[in-house]
T-cell receptor, first 114, second 114 residues
Framework: AQSVSQHNHHVILSEAASLELGCNYS??????LFWYVQYPGQHLQLLLK??????LVKGIKGFEAEFIKSKFSFNLRKPSVQWSDTAEYFC????????????FGAGTRLAVHP | EPEVTQTPSHQVTQMGQEVILRCVPI?????FYWYRQILGQKVEFLVS????????KSEIFDDQFSVERPDGSNFTLKIRSTKLEDSAMYFC????????????FGPGTRLTVL
């Protein structure tokens, strides 16, 4: 069965700390991968996506993620977080060739303290 | 920037009543989706809709649920006879002219079934 898992449910960091949020997926075929962010009181917004090509994907606001096929992983990174990065982060996967329904991970709540 | 809108933001209903949740996707988008998130759980795919018909649906999307695009702008989710377990946040999403396009999410409708 298709699944996406996120290891960290809550992460607390100080400003300027580095961030890495784990995401693993289990899919039968080739997969598209996404990271969405939900700031308090706001919509889910796309941070970045991987469909094919360079496995290191750069997104908005200084975020990046690396697709490692051998590890079934798509971890999100940011070298230096800011207080404004406080949000919930969702990893999601979609099958290539389908209508791209998204399978979401459980989400990681990030709190950044000044 | 165009965005997906949803109404109402919060709906309270009695068990057994019918509810209709409304979404206005981004105007030139062709693919439409409903997802839901029960409190404390993952965001779950319900249904995708393309070319005026359902393209994929999940096991959750049983006969109590239906979707419709009644005119050129709205996309609705109807729950015929609500149950307590239908209480959740319901998100509408739309994507462009290719199914690989990014899905843009609305702010959600919080449905509370009493």
């Amino acid at each position: 069965a298709q699944s996406v898992s996120q290891h960290n449910h809550h992460v607390i960091l100080s400003e300027a700390a580095s961030l890495e949020l784990g995401c693993n997926y289990s899919y039968g075929g080739t997969v598209n991968l996404f990271w969405y962010v939900q700031y308090p009181g706001q919509h889910l917004q796309l941070l970045l996506k991987y469909f094919s090509g360079d496995p290191l994907v750069k997104g908005i606001k200084g975020f990046e993620a690396e697709f490692i096929k051998s590890k079934f992983s798509f971890n999100l990174r940011k070298p230096s977080v800011q207080w404004s990065d406080t949000a919930e982060y969702f990893c999601a996967g979609g099958n290539k060739g389908g209508y791209n329904k998204l399978i979401f991970g459980a989400g990681t709540r990030l709190a950044v303290h000044p | 920037e165009p965005e997906v809108t949803q109404t109402p933001s919060h709906q309270v209903t009695q068990m057994g009543q019918e509810v209709i949740l409304r979404c206005v996707p981004i105007s030139n988008h062709l693919y439409f989706y409903w997802y839901r998130q029960i409190l404390g759980q993952k965001v779950e795919f319900l249904v995708s809709f393309y070319n005026n018909e359902i393209s994929e649906k999940s096991e959750i999307f049983d006969d109590q649920f239906s979707v419709e695009r009644p005119d050129g702008s709205n996309f609705t989710l109807k729950i015929r006879s609500t149950k307590l377990e239908d209480s959740a946040m319901y998100f509408c999403a739309s994507s462009g002219t290719d199914y690989t396009d990014t899905q843009y999410f609305g702010p959600g409708t919080r449905l509370t079934v009493l």
